[in-house]
């Protein structure tokens, strides 16, 4: 690998790492934010489905945008444009003022998911072994470093805006400087097969595309009823205390961390349909843990193999997108991202409505079912064919094309 490459790999990275802490400085002060303002527990919803329905219109728009501008340039801006949002949910003080700060974050953070994701496959493929889990890995360990800093602020008492405004002020410059080192690989020269299938139409491409936009769906279901439904179901069905109940989210984000930091090593020894087989076995054995669970600690070791099996198969569809459509990953990658800001909508709703109706322990199966419909597609993240011969990707450290800088 070439000094490029390695800098290239750790530039993106970091930007993975911005982002996890970003989205968690976000999501985890939701109830200051709704008391900074004034929301009514009505209006709530309106507001957090607004910011995954613009993120899936920014992952459309990058699909097109890529076509005359490189990802890496994509990705250099629309990062301290997240950053910057971020700030001016702090520091508003009416509710337009909420509304147009997260109307642009929920933009740009579409832009950033998709072109941060293309960027990772074209690197992975140029490294020629599976690298796309470690980056997510580093967007776990973002994760749990903004619920740390969000946990102090709430803590500290500390206006959201003193809480956001150093983070945001060490990681604009950071993710800037970094990007100078971003490399747009070059896709796979277009072969015949792909070219047989542009030429019928999108309708073939998204017929392909299909397995995996279920399975990125149905892993943000799974997830985000971890984040939403864990600290309630704890309290209220397993009668945690409420001190217990905020420890699932903390110790599913550790295990995503722990099962990313090892899943490429996973994926180059046993392919990666095995290791997405065994993810979605190990999730649903997870929610049958929790749904059956007698009391909390039971509950949490549930909640803990939820982590373990679902954090691999989100950076996995990405990767099988790159490998299934090689001519035109940038544009598979796009369209599979709306699919994770649909898991999100869907989520926590149908698990809210089930409870409500049914009852929260039945809820559980639901995304536990879902994730078990992955074993069915899991061949879609077979390694494809290249036109060697061969059923692995072929390294390409010769056809790397630039970096973002111009090298």
């Given amino acids: 690998m070439t000094e490029l490459l390695r800098r290239g790999r750790a530039s993106l990275a970091f930007s993975f790492f911005a982002q996890g802490a970003a989205f968690a400085l976000l999501v985890t002060r939701i109830p200051a934010i709704q008391d900074r303002y004034g929301v009514s527990d009505a209006l709530l919803p309106a507001f957090l489905a607004a910011v995954p329905v613009l993120a899936g219109a920014g992952s459309v728009a990058t699909e097109q945008l890529v076509k005359r ?77 903004g619920a740390s800093f969000a946990w102090a602020g ?53 017929k392909l595309l299909l397995p995996l936009c279920l399975v990125m ?16 179901y704890l309290q209220d069905v397993l009668g945690s205390s409420e001190q217990l109940a905020t420890v699932p989210y903390n110790v599913y984000m550790v295990t995503t961390l722990v099962g990313r930091a090892i899943g490429d090593f996973g994926v180059r020894r046993f392919g990666a349909a095995a290791v997405v087989r065994l993810g979605a076995l190990v999730a649903a054995v997870g929610f049958a843990v929790v749904a059956g669970a007698p009391g909390a600690w039971i509950g949490m070791a549930g909640f803990t193999l939820v982590g373990l099996g679902l954090c691999v198969l989100v950076p996995q569809t990405f ?68 036109r060697y011969g061969g059923g692995h990707e072929r390294p390409r450290t010769a056809d790397v094309g630039r970096g973002s800088n111009g090298l």
């Fill in 154 to 206: 709430a803590h500290w008492h500390l206006a959201l805006w003193v809480s956001y405004l150093p983070v945001v002020v060490v990681l604009v410059p950071a993710v800037l400087v970094g990007s100078r080192w971003y490399v747009d690989g070059d896709a796979e020269p277009v072969t015949e097969k792909d070219s047989e299938a542009g030429a019928k139409g999108d309708g073939v491409v998204f």
């Fill in 69 to 145: 501008v490189p990802a890496s340039a994509l990705l250099r801006w629309s990062q301290p444009v997240v950053l910057l949002a971020l700030v001016g949910v702090g520091a508003g003080d009416t509710m337009l003022q909420l509304a147009v700060s997260l109307a642009v974050f929920g933009l740009s953070v579409g832009v950033l998911d998709a072109s941060m994701n293309m960027l990772g496959v074209s690197l992975q493929r140029t490294y020629g072994r599976s690298i796309m889990l470690s980056f997510h890995a580093a967007y776990s360990l973002g994760g749990i470093v």
């Fill in 319 to 386: 990767a099988a997108a790159g490998r299934l459509f090689p001519g035109a990953s940038d544009a598979a990658i796009a369209r599979l991202n709306v699919f994770n800001y649909v898991g999100f909508l869907v989520g926590s709703p149908l698990v809210g409505a089930l409870g409500d109706a049914w009852s929260y322990r039945g809820a559980m199966v639901v995304p536990m079912v879902l994730v078990l419909v992955t074993l069915v597609y899991a061949r879609s993240f077979a390694a494809q064919p290249d």
């Fill in 217 to 232: 769906t149905f892993a943000y279901i799974g997830d985000s009823t971890v984040s939403n439904w864990s600290a309630k």
